[in-house]
């Protein structure tokens, strides 16, 4: 069933009017890439593929592929860091930690009590698997621990390493992903509620799972004779992809009583910079509006947004106020957005 996560503000009982509402402040963004870069040039060595097909099917150049000591729980942890750095926070301001990811180290115990462990946090925390949309799905349950008081600090990583799930004789598929980390930290605010609050405005969610097969593992952790390789029918997920984020994208924008006119970035799952653009014109946004990372990155699935917002803060493209749109869509079918006001 198609569902849909609304976020209506909860009011804080006993202020005097106007009455403030909790608001997530992202307040640190960081990111974290292996070492080894793979070019197009070197997959061209190993499977029936060239650089030219690459790029002009998909924008990709390069990806970031981890090496043995780059675990999940590691790069995690490492982007973890890098946004409490960057909010200025300590650990002990972390209440609760979620880790988007379909390629944990282990079965359990999660990767958010690893990167716990890692950084001498306390509170809680858990992973969540919504493929590609990861992120989102993490950012919109976040949102909602701080506002109904649950946290006031949570840490959002998206952190994947798809090489160790890629049938690296496929080339349909091992051309396209990448391996990182990105993370979030969302700290408890207040706002009046309106669309000019500073923090996370609203997240929209939607899964579709008649549409499973589409893009799938054909295997588990938990099965050690078949840990699975990705098997995507990257045109039928293609033909979905810029429609449903349209949609997702005009819904988040009416739910705010927002235009396409206010957004001044758009930070899109990165999969293919044929989506990302087409999503861009629908918008009407400029090239320069829209943050894209999949010429470097590839694709690093619930690592995709975080990085691009990683790299978008590093390279001082972002300003307090902006207003960011985000969106992905990744298998399941899930699909989802998050408006975030810097
Ligand atoms: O992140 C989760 C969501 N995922 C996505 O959003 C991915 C969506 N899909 C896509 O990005 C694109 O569909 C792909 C990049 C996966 C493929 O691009 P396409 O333009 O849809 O190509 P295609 O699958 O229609 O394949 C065109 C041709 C085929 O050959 P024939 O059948 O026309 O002879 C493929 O076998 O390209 C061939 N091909 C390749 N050729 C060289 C497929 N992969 C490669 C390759 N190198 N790596």
């Not at 060239?50 to 002009?56: G, H, K, N, P």
């Not at 995709?304 to 300003?319: C, Q, T, V």
Request: net charge negative.
């Amino acid at each position: 069933m198609d569902s849909l996560v609304d976020t209506p503000t909860p009011r804080i009982a006993g202020t005097t009017a106007p009455a403030l509402v909790v608001r997530s402040i992202l307040a640190g963004i960081g990111g974290y890439l292996p070492e080894r870069v793979v070019t197009n040039a070197e997959l061209a060595e190993r499977v029936d593929t060239s650089d030219a097909w690459i790029v002009e099917r998909t924008g990709i150049r390069q990806r970031h592929i981890a090496g043995l000591h780059e675990t999940c729980a590691f790069m995690a942890a490492m982007a973890a860091r890098a946004a409490l750095a960057d909010a200025g926070a300590e650990p002990s301001d972390v209440d609760a930690i979620i880790v988007a990811t379909a390629t944990p180290d282990q079965a359990f115990p999660s990767t958010a009590v690893r990167v716990q462990a890692e950084l001498g946090c306390k509170g809680f925390g858990f992973d969540l698997s919504a493929a590609c949309s990861g992120f989102i799905y993490a950012l919109s349950v976040a949102d909602s621990l701080i506002r109904s008081g649950a946290a006031r600090g949570v840490l959002v990583i998206g952190a994947e390493v798809y090489s160790r799930i890629l049938d690296w004789t496929d080339r349909t598929t091992c051309v396209l992903f990448g391996d990182g980390a990105g993370a979030v930290f969302l700290r408890a605010g207040e706002g009046s509620g309106a669309a000019s609050d500073r923090g996370v405005l609203s997240t929209h969610l939607h899964a579709q799972g008649t549409m499973g097969d589409m893009l799938y593992v054909d295997g588990a952790v938990g099965r050690h004779d078949r840990p699975g390789h990705v098997i995507m029918n990257g045109r039928e997920v293609f033909r979905h992809a810029v429609t449903l984020l349209s949609e997702t994208v005009a819904e988040a924008l009416a739910a705010n009583g927002l235009t396409q006119a206010d957004i001044d970035w758009l930070v899109p799952h990165q999969a293919n910079l044929r989506i990302i653009d087409g999503v861009g014109r629908k918008l009407g946004l400029p090239p320069e509006r829209v943050v894209v990372t999949v010429d470097r990155h590839a694709n690093t699935s619930a690592a995709s947004i975080p990085l691009a917002l990683a790299a978008a803060h590093e390279e001082g493209r972002f300003a307090p106020g902006q207003l960011v749109l985000m969106e992905a869509l990744g298998g399941g079918l899930t699909w989802g957005s998050a408006l975030v006001r810097l």
